[in-house]
């Protein structure tokens, strides 16, 4: 697994209002009950305000305002690939703006490689590329931008759960939600970072803290 850092240009601030701590991006045909379920539960167990489309939408040709809403309004994009997520319009169309949140509102977007690999998804081969290659047809005005996005996301450092511990998904799990509280715990200012090791567990402490917040 890669180390992941905020870039110095980015322009995430405490005083900005948040609605998520993590969006998820991802192709619902693929691990919508599998990877990206137990992903999610691990998530909100750690109480991380985590986007999830729950809904079960036919993914049509446009996405719709109150996903970019969720984008705009998140700290961190976790972009899931998998091996038909670029059959759909939708996830690009998601892709795209994420890296365009990155670009210029300083979102946090990390990659994650679920049984692909990374150089699939920038070069747009294997079975990730047959997936792609649907969308010469149905959306050819599209293609060139979106397979800059597709360079541009799988060039950031991220995680390939297949390579952790012997593919056992409860352990890879495990790290991205750890690395996520970390990144969390980072981007608070208050808090000293000399304390090595106790951004979990200070970011557990203040999210069960706010729980009642706005209540008794």
């Not at 691990?31 to 489309?53: C, E, N, Q």
């Not at 700290?75 to 899931?80: D, P």
């Not at 997520?85 to 670009?103: F, G, N, Q, T, V």
Request: charged share 25%.
């Amino acid at each position: 697994m890669a180390s992941f850092s905020l870039s110095s240009d980015s322009t995430l601030t405490s005083s900005q209002s948040w609605s998520y701590d993590v969006f998820l991006n991802f192709r619902g045909e693929d691990i919508r009950r599998t990877f990206v379920d137990h992903l999610y539960s691990a998530l909100v167990d750690r109480l991380i305000r985590t986007y999830k489309d729950n809904e079960e939408l036919h993914r049509g040709d446009t996405i719709s305002s109150s996903l970019f809403d969720a984008i705009r309004g998140s700290k961190i994009a976790l972009i899931i690939f998998s091996k038909n997520y670029a059959d759909s319009s939708w996830c690009l169309d998601e892709l795209a703006y994420i890296m365009e949140c990155r670009r210029e509102r300083g979102l946090i977007s990390i990659p994650i490689f679920y049984h692909v690999d990374a150089s699939d998804v920038r070069q747009q081969k294997g079975d990730f590329g047959k997936a792609f290659s649907k969308q010469e047809m149905k959306n050819p005005m599209k293609v060139e931008s979106w397979r800059k996005v597709l360079v541009n996301a799988s060039n950031i450092a991220g995680w390939e759960p297949k390579y952790i511990a012997n593919g056992h998904e409860a352990v890879g799990i495990k790290q991205i939600v750890d690395t996520i509280l970390d990144i969390l715990f980072s981007l608070n200012p208050y808090v000293d970072e000399t304390l090595v090791g106790m951004g979990t567990r200070l970011y557990d402490l203040k999210s069960k803290l706010e729980i009642g917040k706005g209540g008794v």
